[in-house]
């Protein structure tokens, strides 16, 4: 049975199957889209050093015949043969695409798979749909990777260029265009499955024999069956725009019966004894005031009730709002809470904002991603785009919406343990379910960090929340003559995202040898990163009162490429 693989997940491929000749087949398509599907050959520094390993439709196939295009066949859109024990040693990742060729978004695709079959049976497959993605034209489906042994991840990670963006962002170069072989003089090759409505699961290395054939999802085709026409993606919460409805018309405010429009003459009609100033008593251009909020310069509101024909009910009065319009242009006397006359109680009747186009700027931010910054303090995750469970922060929920369920996170005996002795103990929460869950903490800047198989080392004190599917550790970086011998610190590493939290705007400065940051202050740095205790403690220097009391720091070298995360506060 086919091993369901999610965003992020990883697996060796020995688990998988003990077979080294793969079939890889991809099913991607939306109405009226056109997709290059490409296998990158990338070194072990992920760049694309040799183009002879850019598998696509112009180079089917590399010198060795280790990576092959095999083409639309068993209900893939597009298929690839990998004989893993063939691939050269310089060639360390295979990268799986998809690039749209013509206009659309990724969005706009349905249900599509990237899958493994070996011996002629399905043994991974990694689902995906539209509803994932956004505006990118691009996705990165999934990864084989040598790490001691070939290995399998399945990524999903969109991308906002085309075919050749991607052939940039590995390091190769876009030469011109060729005109791709005619279809019919590629033959197939001899072991991949024929063509037509019965032909089976591809098998590679394996005899001939029958395979009992695999339910698929509602969502795919079945095995050795042409592809069904694409689905439109079925729409989700928050994957489009939320739009509120103002207030005050588009073509302006509408003013009441009998009354010139704004403007033409002063609005002594509304009983406004200042000119310049709209029905509310405050200045037209007065932006950033919330709904009901008292102006303090309006003089009507401070004064005795005038008599009829003037503002209405005074200040207070039960049933009338500051952020209410009507009733202050209304002629004569209503009593509080009765209809307004001529229809007008919907209509605002100043110049001023109504109360949808004050709160644009507040509402939420629809995206179509797990990760989404609300602002720069508040962070929002879709728990139904991967379905992948999260960890947080206990107490760091401020508002979900559908069905999440909420449970504590334990981390052991021995977890608790080292959290105490180390003091890098979390106290953590799992969220897991359908829906949105927005997380805070004491209003500190939340900062996302995506890991793509690397690694980061950030503070316990600094980590709000995290995917559940990252591997982490405390790390101990030692140090001689400072209290208890060493620090530590927890230590991220997969695929996923971390939320780092910090007091303020943090500066990221890249790792040279005199890059030194204060033990307190700082907030996290790349895994590879050398990190050297670097003590000022002294007899002479503590004998006598005075000192600066900058008595640990911590020297960090490595590689051009790493990077440490320093906050303007120190815990």
């Known amino acids: 049975m086919a091993r369901e693989f999610q965003r992020g997940h990883k697996a060796k491929i020995g688990d998988l199957t003990a077979g080294t000749d793969l ?16 296998c990158f050959g990338l070194d072990a520094d992920e760049r694309l050093t040799d183009d002879r390993y850019f598998i696509f439709f112009n180079q089917p196939k590399s010198p060795e015949e280790s990576i092959q295009l095999l083409g639309e ?3 893939d859109s597009e298929s690839f043969r990998v004989t893993l024990d063939k691939i050269p040693p ?41 509803s994932e993605f956004s505006t990118e034209r691009a996705v990165m489906l999934g990864d084989f990777y040598l790490k001691d042994v070939w290995r399998f991840a399945a990524v999903g990670q969109g ?8 052939l940039k962002n590995f390091g190769g170069e876009v030469a011109e265009e060729a005109e791709a072989p005619p279809a019919a003089a590629q033959g197939a090759p001899g072991f991949a499955p024929p063509p037509g409505p019965a032909a089976p699961a591809p098998s590679f290395g394996a005899p001939a024999a029958p395979v009992p054939q695999q339910p698929a999802p509602d969502f795919g085709p079945p095995q050795g069956a ?77 004064q005795p009730a005038p008599p009829p024909g003037g503002y209405g009910a005074p200040q207070g009065q039960p049933g009338q709002f500051p952020g209410q319009p009507a009733p202050y242009g209304q002629p004569g006397q209503q009593p509080p ?47 139904g785009v991967d379905g992948q469970p999260v960890l947080a922060r206990q107490g760091s ?28 103990e979390m106290q953590l929460m799992r969220c897991t379910g359908q829906g949105q869950v927005f997380f805070a903490e004491n209003s500190a800047h ?39 011998g060493a620090l530590f610190t927890m230590q991220f590493q997969g695929s996923g995202t971390i939320v780092v939290k910090t007091q303020g705007t943090p500066v990221v400065l890249p790792v040279t040898p005199t890059t030194f940051a204060d033990a307190n202050a700082i907030v996290a740095w790349s895994a590879a990163s050398q990190v050297i205790i670097s003590s000022q403690v002294s007899l002479r220097r503590h004998a006598y009162p005075g000192h600066s009391g900058e008595t640990v720091n911590l020297q960090f070298r490595g590689a051009p490429g790493n990077f440490i995360v320093v906050q303007p506060y120190e815990v």
Request: charged share 10%; aromatic share 8%; hydrophobic share 35%.
């Open 23 to 38: 079939y890889v087949g991809v099913q991607i398509a939306g109405p009226g889209l056109t997709f290059d599907i490409s």
């Open 73 to 75: 066949q068993a209900g």
């Open 90 to 130: 310089h060639i360390h990742k295979l990268s799986f695409t998809a690039a749209l060729d013509g206009a659309g978004q990724v969005s706009q695709i349905g249900p599509g798979y990237i899958r493994i079959v070996a011996g002629g049976e399905e043994v991974a497959r990694y689902s995906f749909t539209g």
């Open 159 to 166: 991308f906002d260029g085309g075919l050749e963006a991607l």
């Open 226 to 302: 042409p592809p069904a026409a694409p689905q439109p993606p079925a729409p989700q919460v928050h994957s489009a725009p939320t739009i509120a409805a103002p207030l005050v018309p588009p073509g302006g405010p509408v003013p009441p019966p009998g009354v010139p429009a704004p403007g033409q003459q002063p609005p002594a009609p509304y009983g406004q004894p200042t000119p310049g100033q709209d029905p509310y008593g405050q200045p037209q251009a007065a932006p950033g005031g919330f709904p009901g909020q008292q102006v303090p310069q309006a003089p009507p509101y401070g």
């Open 337 to 383: 809470g009765a209809p307004y006359p001529g229809g007008q109680a919907a209509v605002p009747q100043g110049g001023g904002p109504g109360l949808g186009v004050v709160l644009d700027k507040y509402k939420e931010a629809p995206t179509g991603q797990r990760w989404t910054p609300q602002n720069s303090r508040l962070i929002r995750v879709d728990l």
């Open 397 to 424: 929920m401020v508002l979900y919406q559908g069905k999440v369920d909420f449970s504590y996170k334990g981390a052991g005996f021995r977890g608790r343990i080292v959290g105490n002795a180390t003091g890098q």
């Open 446 to 484: 939340v900062h996302p960090i995506e890991l793509q198989g690397d690694a980061i080392c950030v503070s316990a004190e600094a980590v709000l929340a995290f995917d559940e599917s990252l591997q982490h550790e405390v790390r101990r970086i030692e140090g001689h003559g400072i209290p208890g």
